[in-house]
């Protein structure tokens, strides 16, 4: 449960920016004080978190809770008590709900309905009306009512002229536009991605082109209109090239990559492995190799989940027919050690800026410190724990996971958020 406090007492904290062992004192959401406190004179809540590690709250870019229109897969507060499992303070709800998020009414329902939540859940408005990439949506006043970016994700935004004024808008209002890269006359009937396995299993393949040839654009349309793009979920290596050089020129582009783009190659769809569909489609060890080396070398800003969540009968059915998407909050940390940490491709540190700190600065969002004054939203870490992920345990309403039973390094073991703290 979620326990609201007046005073926090957090002992014993391991800072993960400097490796300092600190106590320090919430004040309802601030940080009131930072220093060695007698806890026999303390009146208030007390955490001994016996030298674990202290972040800047875990912040996901890119999440589907599904409300309002499906909430049997997810819904704002089973979406929030998954987060915060997962160690996430802040999520960014994507706009392909029924109906899609694209007024103020639905930015301003989903805001409503979540500020009692420990975690903060900002809504992402559509770039086009229904998301049918015909009409551009009315991006002034979503962004008033709270919304923190734009996309059309779950489909491509195909018409070139809407994503150019969406970029010139993003630049009046200082929110990112992200893109779903598909090229859909590229992918129509598509089950996974195109390859040996697909050729092996008789399905159809999704080309690695049809995402490279929407971020080549997206690249071009950002240097030309000097706006602020984010490309979610990239997952080839010819996107990771082309965002490379992009950076290289100076373009304000930035890019995410999932745990499970990272971890897993096609091969995993063998069997028609429903729960190894996902959009887009896990690709080749090559890919993968890319992606790392991209976490490696900056060239990908962000971890997100692209936490997806479907019913049993979505995916308990043929593998063409099957909802693509895989819940993620969960088991994001426990992937990012067992696959980043453990092999050296990032410290700690390193990888956990990617999931709190680098999404925080694409959205202009506060950075929170552990210092006097700061807002107090923080995940504390066990990041030596070995576990393994029990999908039967989840709190997401649904459970769409390749990972069950898979060995993980890493484990959130609370929040502090908005006044609340949780304890797993």
């Not at 229904?130 to 009315?138: M, P």
Request: glycine content about 8%; aromatic content about 6%; proline content about 3%.
């Amino acid at each position: 449960m979620n326990k609201k406090f007046d005073y926090l007492l957090v002992k014993n904290a391991k800072i993960l920016e400097t490796d300092e062992i600190l106590d320090f004192v919430v004040k309802n959401d601030t940080i009131d004080f930072v220093g060695k406190i007698d806890t026999s004179n303390f009146n208030g809540e007390v955490w001994d978190v016996q030298q674990k590690t202290v972040a800047c709250g875990l912040t996901d870019i890119h999440v589907h809770f599904r409300e309002p229109g499906q909430e049997h897969k997810e819904t704002l507060h089973s979406g929030s008590e998954t987060a915060k499992i997962g160690g996430f303070t802040s999520v960014c709800c994507m706009p392909n709900t029924k109906p899609a998020i694209d007024n103020e009414q639905i930015v301003s329902f989903i805001k409503q309905k979540s500020q009692n939540e420990i975690t903060n859940i900002y809504p992402i408005g559509t770039i086009s009306k229904e998301r049918k990439g015909v009409e551009l949506s009315l991006i002034a006043e979503m962004v008033e009512a709270g919304a923190v970016a734009i996309s059309d994700d779950g489909s491509c935004t195909m018409n070139s002229e809407l994503v150019r004024y969406a970029l010139e808008y993003s630049k009046m209002y200082g929110i990112p536009v992200i893109t779903h890269a598909e090229d859909h006359g590229l992918t129509r009937g598509a089950a996974m991605n195109e390859g040996l396995v697909a050729t092996k299993l008789g399905l159809k393949g999704w080309p690695s082109v049809a995402e490279d040839i929407i971020v080549a654009r997206e690249i071009l349309l950002s240097e030309f209109t000097g706006g602020k793009m984010h490309i979610a979920h990239t997952s080839t290596k010819g996107s990771i090239e082309l965002l490379r050089r992009a950076k290289e020129k100076g373009i304000n582009i930035t890019c995410e990559v999932t745990p499970h783009h990272f971890t897993l190659t096609d091969e995993a769809v063998t069997g028609y492995n429903t729960n190894a569909k996902m959009c887009p489609p896990l690709r080749e060890q090559a890919d993968v190799e890319a992606l790392i080396e991209g976490l490696r070398d900056g060239t990908v800003d962000v971890i997100a989940t692209d936490h997806a969540p479907h019913h049993v009968d979505d995916k308990d059915t043929d593998f063409p027919s099957a909802a693509m998407g895989i819940t993620g909050l969960e088991t994001a940390i426990g992937l990012i050690g067992k696959v980043l940490v453990a092999n050296k491709i990032l410290t700690w540190k390193q990888a956990i800026e990617k999931i709190s700190k680098n999404p925080r600065k694409i959205l202009n969002f506060e950075i929170p410190q552990i210092k006097k004054g700061s807002k107090a939203e923080f995940t504390v870490l066990d990041l030596e724990k070995i576990w393994t992920y029990n999908l039967n345990e989840t709190r997401s309403k649904s459970k769409n996971s390749p990972f069950d039973a898979w060995e993980l390094q890493g484990k959130a073991i609370g929040v502090v958020n908005k006044g609340m703290i949780f304890k797993s």
